[in-house]
């Protein structure tokens, strides 16, 4: 038998033209001949499919008697696994939790949630700044995970939605806007900014905050629910608002995505359709039916753009899924 490493895994997916129970195989050997002697032991032994990189064997594939999916993940063209390990979520500001739930608090009791938005009282002068909103409290990766691109720091951008009730002639500080992170019991200020009136105005409007972790995350120890020291805060990332007072301020809400792959998901959809779409038609052989995504993902904020990509494919003319392992799909 040819030298080859392998990973045996069960994978729970959606089938679109068979049911068949997809039995898959990873299989990493030294080229297209040493692969295709492989196939009719990887078939004796019951698999029904094959994971493997396959650039280099694209001739060879029409000549194959097996299903395959391609993972190029070290590929840049690989627009698949790129996209759905991009960052995209949006948090609604009205979408009110308990404290040691994920999601936004008012912890200083000034939210008052209406049916799209969630607002303060009217102005109050002199006050000591109050959190209007503060969590979702969740895991973040500090860097992309392996493929192309791995291992490089992320750059979150955040879009707080918001409006003031009346423009002011004088320009006075209307919040605070923060980016934080707790782990070990310590808060870390990843990116601030305060918004005066002269920024906003009785229309929504978009103020921006940007960040990167100067530490490194770790979902094996982060993942979860997990209490510091304090009460107050939970374990992971937080997007305060912090009220300073001087006129009524309404937030609709507040939406994260990374620079290199979600903002393109939110903003340049049409780019990543063609580039998905080009993917799959550099693929369109009978016995390719999925491609390979980012895996394991640990974060919340990579199911929005696994969502995107998964309806992109659906769309086409012959629908290929993309794989989630069945551990994260909870």
């Known amino acids: 038998m040819n030298k080859s490493f392998v990973l045996f895994f069960f994978l729970s997916i959606q ?3 068979q049911n068949q129970f997809p039995i898959g195989i990873y299989i990493n050997t030294h080229g297209p001949q040493d692969r295709l002697s492989n196939y009719p032991q990887i078939d004796s032994i019951g698999f029904n499919y094959i994971i493997e990189a396959t650039r280099g064997i694209k001739d060879y594939i029409n000549n194959i008697d097996f299903n395959i999916i391609p993972c190029n993940s070290m590929d840049s063209l690989d627009y698949v696994h790129r996209y759905t390990k991009g960052i995209l979520k949006t948090w609604q500001a009205e979408e009110l939790v308990d404290t040691n739930k994920v999601g936004f608090k008012s912890p200083d009791g000034i939210g008052f949630v209406a049916a799209n938005h969630i607002e303060t009282p009217w102005e109050e002068e002199y006050i000591k700044p109050k959190y209007l909103l503060t969590g979702p409290d969740y895991f973040q990766y500090s860097h992309y995970g392996g493929g192309f691109g791995g291992g ?27 980016a934080a992170y707790y782990k070990d019991g310590i808060l870390t200020i990843l990116s601030d900014t305060i918004v005066y009136s002269n920024q906003l105005s009785t229309e929504y409007t978009n103020i ?21 020291t304090e009460p107050e805060y939970l374990y992971g990332v937080k997007f305060n608002v912090i009220w300073l007072g001087n006129e009524k301020l309404y937030v609709d809400y507040v939406r994260l995505y990374d620079s290199e792959y979600g903002y393109k998901l939110q903003y340049m ?62």
């Open 208 to 228: 921006y905050l940007e960040y990167s972790y100067p530490f490194a995350t770790s979902s094996a120890i982060e993942k979860g629910f997990q209490k510091g």
């Open 152 to 178: 490089t720091s992320i750059n979150y951008m955040i879009e707080f939605r918001m409006k003031i009730a009346e423009e002011h002639k004088i320009n006075v500080p209307i919040c605070k806007l923060e």
């Open 15 to 17: 089938l679109f033209s």
């Open 269 to 330: 959809y049409d780019s990543v359709y063609n580039n998905i779409l080009q993917e799959i038609l550099d693929y369109n052989y009978p016995n390719i039916n999925y491609f390979y995504s980012f895996d394991e993902p640990h974060s919340l904020d990579n199911y929005e753009p696994y969502k995107i990509v998964s309806q992109i494919i659906s769309s086409l003319y012959n629908p290929k899924f993309n794989i989630l392992y069945p551990n994260w799909k909870k």
